[in-house]
């Protein structure tokens, strides 16, 4: 059985009268795995702590499972696992111990606890290590311990905070991959925290962008990269270059060339933007490298980086900041050279200027 969980105008202020989050309306589905996703100090571990019973929120907030109030529960009565971004290990205990830690705690009896604690050793490939001191493991074996143990007392929820920060490139991208693997086989509600906007895009159902203690947009991955709904999710999700613009009578004019089938549009208002200064946000995609009698833009090549799939090109004097352009790992091209580039029109987000800094 999956939980659903909602959270209904709740809002957070510390005792020292700091505003961490705005008041905010959040729906998780029953086995869907949500990311909440921001910068540090957004308000993302605060909410994970609301939902877990370490926080609660302001008077007039109110969160539920599966429609029971647990506003004011304690995590233990909650039923909740955490993995944190330390893993909170037992030095003092083997992995098994660890893993038969909070099954002990719960009062399960002893041969139901053994059976329990091989089978999570046996799904996180760990068995062999299951008499092993914690301070012998590695970083990537210490996390699956972490994992076992959280999923082990058969929680509701599922709550992970940034628990692959600590760990290197390559081993983060194999453990997100094992993990995503896993909330899927399992079918549990999980919330996860991170500030990694690849991470979010790969384990996601959805996504929950947080800025400044708000929420600026809540979807799916390709939802919040494709159509993100404000300037900060633009650039935050996914590198964005940025070009200045003018709309007039529902044209688009960047420096001298008009373009015609741009979707200009308002998300904040939902208005459609005819009139006015605008701001364009795309990503690598948004130009292609083309011919010259093909280009709506020339610039200068400021720097070349090789990224195995694709080439990646820093381009000056086409705004009045360089912009990004991938183009085919096997052109050759130097930085210095000049460069045309065509807009691919449908994947421009278009705002209004006044949006950048509200």
């Known amino acids: 059985m999956t939980t659903q969980i909602k959270l209904h105008d709740c809002a957070k202020t510390f005792a020292d009268g700091t505003r961490a989050l705005a008041p905010f309306d959040l729906e998780i589905t029953g086995g869907e ?4 996703l921001g910068p540090s100090g957004c308000g993302k571990t605060t909410i994970l702590r609301m939902i877990a ?11 539920t499972f599966d429609g029971d109030d647990v506003t004011r529960q304690s995590i233990e009565k909650r039923r909740v696992g955490m993995v944190f971004q330390s893993y ?6 083997s992995v098994a111990q660890n893993v038969a830690y909070g099954l002990k705690v719960h009062g399960v009896g002893r041969d139901e606890r053994d059976a329990r604690v091989t089978a999570m050793l046996e799904m996180m490939h760990i068995d062999m290590l299951a008499d ?20 082990a007392v058969q929680p509701r929820v599922l709550l992970l905070d940034e628990p692959l920060t600590a760990l ?6 194999r453990l997100r991959t094992e993990i995503n693997g896993l909330l899927r086989k399992l079918g549990i509600t999980a919330v996860y925290v991170t500030h990694d906007q690849e991470e979010a895009m790969a ?8 800025q400044k203690g708000k929420i600026a947009q809540i979807g799916t991955p390709r939802e919040i990269y494709r159509k993100p709904q404000s300037p900060f999710v633009a650039d935050f999700v996914g590198a964005a270059n940025r070009l200045d613009g003018q709309m007039h009578d529902g044209r688009l004019h960047i420096g001298e060339r008009v373009f015609d089938a741009v979707d200009a549009f308002d998300p904040r208002h939902g208005d459609i933007i005819d009139q006015g200064p605008v701001e364009l946000y795309f990503r690598a995609d948004g130009l292609s490298t083309c011919e010259a009698g093909d280009a709506d833009f020339t610039g200068r090549v400021e720097a070349v980086s090789y990224l195995g799939e694709r080439l990646r090109l820093t381009v000056s004097g086409i705004g ?10 096997d052109d050759v091209i130097s930085a210095g050279t000049p460069v045309h580039c065509r807009v691919n029109a449908d994947r421009l987000t278009v705002f209004p200027a006044v949006a950048v800094n509200s």
């Open 53 to 63: 019973g370490l926080e609660f929120p302001d008077a007039g907030g109110k969160i």
């Open 88 to 93: 909170a290990l037992f030095p003092n205990m």
């Open 132 to 151: 092993r001191a914690i301070d012998q493991l590695s970083g990537g074996q210490r996390q699956r311990v972490a994992l076992a143990r959280a999923i």
């Open 203 to 210: 384990l996601g159902d959805r996504i929950v962008v947080m």
């Open 320 to 329: 009045s900041m360089p912009v990004i352009v991938d183009t085919h790992p």
């Open 33 to 36: 795995t949500v990311v909440l």
């Open 168 to 173: 290197d490139a390559k081993l983060r991208v």
